[in-house]
C-alpha cells in the first residue's frame, strides 16, 4: 500500500488498519426463502410468532438500541415486522454467526422512529439454524401506514471483495495520539481513499451525517463493530465493478444515507446498534 500521511506525518500501522468488506452488489431478482437477499421471503419458522416491533414503550431490552425517546405504547396494536434481508454462512462466513447458527435475519418496523441519532425503522437481528426449521411462515402484511422506504424490492447479490481504510473519527487513539490529531478533529488525510456509500458486509463506516458514538455494547462493555451496512444507493466507486441500478432495493435511510448495524465481538447476540450515516 502506499505510503500516505496526515499533516505531512507518515501514518503508523497503515496495513494494520485495513478491512475487508464483502460488497454485496444487490441486483433485482426473485430469492427463495433458502437464499440469501434482500427483501425476499424470510426462514421463518411456521410455529414461531412473527415479531413484533421491539421499539416499544417501555423499551423492550431486546430492542435494536438502548435510546428510544418513544415507541409504540403497549396498550395498543404494535406493527408486525416486515423481512429486510437474509444471509446464509454457505454464503457469507464472514459474518460474526453464534455457534449453532447459519442464517442471519434482519427485520424492519417499517415506521418512522426516533432516537438521539437518526431517525429510521426499528430494527430487529435473529440468528437461527435453518435445519430446525420446518414448514415455512406466511409473513404478514405490512401495516397499513408503512414507509414505502422501509419495504426493501427483492434483490439478490453479485457479492466481491473490496480494502477499506477508515475515516479519521475511526482512527485507534494511539494512532490519533501518535499523529498529533487535534481533538475533535474529523477530516481525513489529504489523499486518503474515498470511503463511499454501498452495501457491503464489515469494512469501516461510511461516517457522514451522523457522529461516531457512543457504540460501547450496554452488555459487556466492548467496542461494537461494523457488521452489516444497508445502502440507499449503490456509488461505482472502489471495487471496480459496474453498478447497473443506483437504487436496487428501493429503500431510503435519512438524508439518502447507510443504515449501518453494529454488532459486539464478544457475542453478536449481545444487543446491538443501528446508526444512520
Given at each position: 500500500?502506499?505510503?500516505?500521511?496526515?499533516?505531512?506525518?507518515?501514518?503508523?500501522?497503515?496495513?494494520?488498519?485495513?478491512?475487508?468488506?464483502?460488497?454485496?452488489?444487490?441486483?433485482?431478482?426473485?430469492?427463495?426463502?433458502?437464499?440469501?437477499?434482500?427483501?425476499?421471503?424470510?426462514?421463518?419458522?411456521?410455529?414461531?410468532?412473527?415479531?413484533?416491533?421491539?421499539?416499544?414503550?417501555?423499551?423492550?431490552?431486546?430492542?435494536?438500541?438502548?435510546?428510544?425517546?418513544?415507541?409504540?405504547?403497549?396498550?395498543?396494536?404494535?406493527?408486525?415486522?416486515?423481512?429486510?434481508?437474509?444471509?446464509?454462512?454457505?454464503?457469507?462466513?464472514?459474518?460474526?454467526?453464534?455457534?449453532?447458527?447459519?442464517?442471519?435475519?434482519?427485520?424492519?418496523?417499517?415506521l418512522e422512529h426516533d432516537?438521539?441519532?437518526?431517525?429510521?425503522?426499528?430494527?430487529?437481528?435473529?440468528?437461527?439454524?435453518?435445519?430446525?426449521?420446518?414448514?415455512?411462515?406466511?409473513?404478514?402484511?405490512?401495516?397499513?401506514?408503512?414507509?414505502?422506504?422501509?419495504?426493501?424490492?427483492?434483490?439478490?447479490?453479485?457479492?466481491?471483495?473490496?480494502?477499506?481504510?477508515?475515516?479519521?473519527?475511526?482512527?485507534?487513539?494511539?494512532?490519533r495520539a501518535a499523529l498529533?490529531?487535534?481533538?475533535?478533529?474529523?477530516?481525513?488525510?489529504?489523499?486518503?481513499?474515498?470511503?463511499?456509500?454501498?452495501?457491503?458486509?464489515?469494512?469501516?463506516?461510511?461516517?457522514?451525517?451522523?457522529?461516531?458514538?457512543?457504540?460501547?455494547?450496554?452488555?459487556?462493555?466492548?467496542?461494537?463493530?461494523?457488521?452489516?451496512?444497508?445502502?440507499?444507493?449503490?456509488?461505482?466507486?472502489?471495487?471496480?465493478?459496474?453498478?447497473?441500478?443506483?437504487e436496487p432495493a428501493g429503500?431510503?435511510?435519512?438524508?439518502?444515507?447507510?443504515?449501518?448495524?453494529?454488532?459486539?465481538?464478544?457475542?453478536?447476540?449481545?444487543?446491538?446498534?443501528?446508526?444512520?450515516?
Amino acid at each position: 500500500m502506499r505510503q500516505l500521511t496526515y499533516d505531512g506525518v507518515p501514518i503508523p500501522g497503515l496495513n494494520d488498519l485495513v478491512r475487508t468488506a464483502i460488497r454485496l452488489h444487490p441486483a433485482p431478482g426473485l430469492p427463495r426463502p433458502d437464499e440469501s437477499h434482500f427483501g425476499g421471503p424470510l426462514l421463518w419458522p411456521s410455529d414461531e410468532p412473527w415479531p413484533e416491533c421491539p421499539a416499544t414503550w417501555p423499551p423492550d431490552p431486546d430492542a435494536s438500541d438502548d435510546a428510544w425517546p418513544g415507541g409504540h405504547p403497549l396498550d395498543e396494536p404494535v406493527p408486525a415486522m416486515v423481512g429486510a434481508a437474509q444471509f446464509f454462512r454457505d454464503d457469507f462466513p464472514e459474518l460474526p454467526f453464534p455457534e449453532g447458527t447459519d442464517v442471519l435475519q434482519i427485520l424492519f418496523c417499517p415506521l418512522e422512529h426516533d432516537n438521539p441519532y437518526h431517525r429510521g425503522p426499528a430494527v430487529r437481528l435473529v440468528w437461527r439454524d435453518s435445519g430446525e426449521v420446518g414448514d415455512i411462515a406466511e409473513p404478514p402484511p405490512a401495516p397499513e401506514d408503512a414507509e414505502a422506504a422501509y419495504l426493501p424490492e427483492p434483490c439478490v447479490f453479485e457479492p466481491c471483495s473490496i480494502d477499506e481504510l477508515p475515516r479519521l473519527c475511526d482512527f485507534p487513539p494511539e494512532t490519533r495520539a501518535a499523529l498529533g490529531v487535534p481533538e475533535g478533529a474529523s477530516e481525513d488525510p489529504e489523499g486518503w481513499p474515498e470511503l463511499d456509500h454501498y452495501a457491503k458486509i464489515g469494512g469501516w463506516t461510511a461516517w457522514h451525517a451522523a457522529e461516531r458514538v457512543d457504540l460501547g455494547c450496554r452488555e459487556c462493555g466492548a467496542e461494537l463493530r461494523q457488521t452489516l451496512a444497508l445502502a440507499t444507493e449503490e456509488h461505482e466507486v472502489g471495487c471496480g465493478c459496474g453498478v447497473d441500478e443506483e437504487e436496487p432495493a428501493g429503500w431510503a435511510f435519512g438524508d439518502r444515507g447507510v443504515l449501518n448495524i453494529f454488532t459486539c465481538p464478544t457475542d453478536p447476540r449481545h444487543p446491538f446498534k443501528v446508526r444512520i450515516a
